[in-house]
Structures are given as C-alpha cells and as structure tokens.
C-alpha cells in the first residue's frame, strides 16, 4: 500500500467529534485523535490500525488478539482500533473495502495490510514481517516528534471551513495563492474546496440519468463528481474518456477540460491517474 494513500486529510483532527463507541481495551482511534496517536506516533514505531465494528463479532475478535499480541511485544508496535461507522473519515481515506480490515503504518505512510479475519498464527507472521520491514528505519524513542508550526493563513481557511463559511474558505485561500503563486498545497486545498462544493450540489440520482442518455453532457459530467466523491474515480475517468471518445469541438473540449480538473485532485503518481491519462491519449489520437 505504500504510497497508493494519502493520509494528509486526516493531519488535521475534525472541529467537533460525535466519538466512537468504545472499541475493545484501551486502543480505541477516532477521527479526532488519529493524527496523533497513528500518524505522529507511526514515526517512532509501527502502527498497526485494525478497523472493526461491533457488529462484526469477528472483527471484535481479531482487535482482541491483535492486543494481546501488542502486550507481548512490550511496546515495539502500537495498536489503533477504529470503529468503522463513526469514523467513516478514516475509512474513505484508508479506501476500506471490507470489515475487518488491518492496516501497518510506519513513518506517516501505509506499509502493508491485510483483509478479513486470519488465523493467530499468520496475524503473527504478518506482525512479524512489518516489524522486520521498519527495524532500525524509525526513531522508537516513543518521545512525540516537534510539532509542526501551522501557517497561520491555513488556520484562518480551515476556521472558515469549520464555520461552514465555503466563500470565505475560498477566498482565504485565494489570498494566499496571490502572495505565493507557487504554493502547491493552497492550490491542492483550492481545487479539493471548489470540487466538493460542486459535488455535494449534485443529486445522486444524476448516474442513473447519464447511464440512460449517454448523449447528456451536463448529466455525464454531473455523474463523474458523484462517482468521484463516492472514492470510484476509475468509474469517473471512464465515463468521461467516452465522451471524449464519441465527441467533437466544444463539447470534446469541455469534457477533456473537465476530465484534466479531475486529474488535478490527485497525486499523479497514483496508478489510476496514469492509467486514465493512457486512455486519455488514446481516445484523442
């Protein structure tokens, strides 16, 4: 998994947390706490986090052992049980497909993982492995790391976004964009704000239209957000790759435009993008 998740959205503890039902021992994650206690604290030692619910007796079960494993290895690895439904934020970003699922972090970033419940002894062995992977590349002093001075100008944006003040988030953002035109991570925030926004406006039932009327352009570009902010952007890039495929003058060109914004929300690194991009190319020539 190394790489393929971007854990940046989670940096940042929610402004209000509703909390999660308490998880087995004293290991529970929750949206507002995952930054310290997985991200900062994966820089000394792994992580291991276990998603579970309660409503999965076996995901219950494989948390259970998974602590006991943690109280026999005395420290050389923490544990983060996350309850899936009140933390759907972690999930999305960890792109949870099933329930349990098990996840290593080391220095910030995932290592390896592992679906479903498994036999003690191969949990064991994964938790072997991931120790054997990080020895001698972490600090494990168990000492917090220095915390990271916040610009107070991002501050002022994700305050406004917590108000729900959008233009003001926006134009926070904006702002600094116009002292800095080269900072990245304001143009990443700004396209992230602008997307939602329009997203969010979009009625589901805009999929069902486009799949009906492929010729619908406003439909088809509408679905692509919705399959978008669903965490299905191989469903989004598709759709839109087949307008470019069966158009021509403006309504090619606002597709591919559209399609090339998408690209933009994500690493371009990501196997998905370069895949569509592949297909982008080979649909206009």
Known sequence: MSGAVDLSALKQPPAASGGAAAAPGNHAVTEADFEA????????????????????????ELVRTLERFAAEDRGAWDLAAVEAEPNMNIVQALRVQ?????????????????EGAQPEAQVRQWLDAVLDAT?????GDGTAPEPEVEDPRFVAAEDKLAEGDIAGAEAAYEAIIAEEPGNEEAKAALRQLRFLTRAQQVDPAVVATADADPSNLDAA?????VELLEQRPEAAFDRIIAIVKRTAGEDRTRARTRLLELFELFDQAEPFVTAARRKLAAALY
């Open 37 to 60: 206690k997985v991200i900062r604290r994966s820089m000394q030692v792994p992580v291991v986090v276990a998603l579970f619910s309660q409503r999965s007796p076996g995901s219950v």
């Open 98 to 114: 099933g329930i349990p699922t098990v996840i290593a972090v080391a220095g910030g970033q995932p290592l390896a993982d592992f």
């Open 221 to 225: 570009l509408d679905a692509a957000d």
């Open 135 to 139: 020895a001698g590349k972490l600090e």
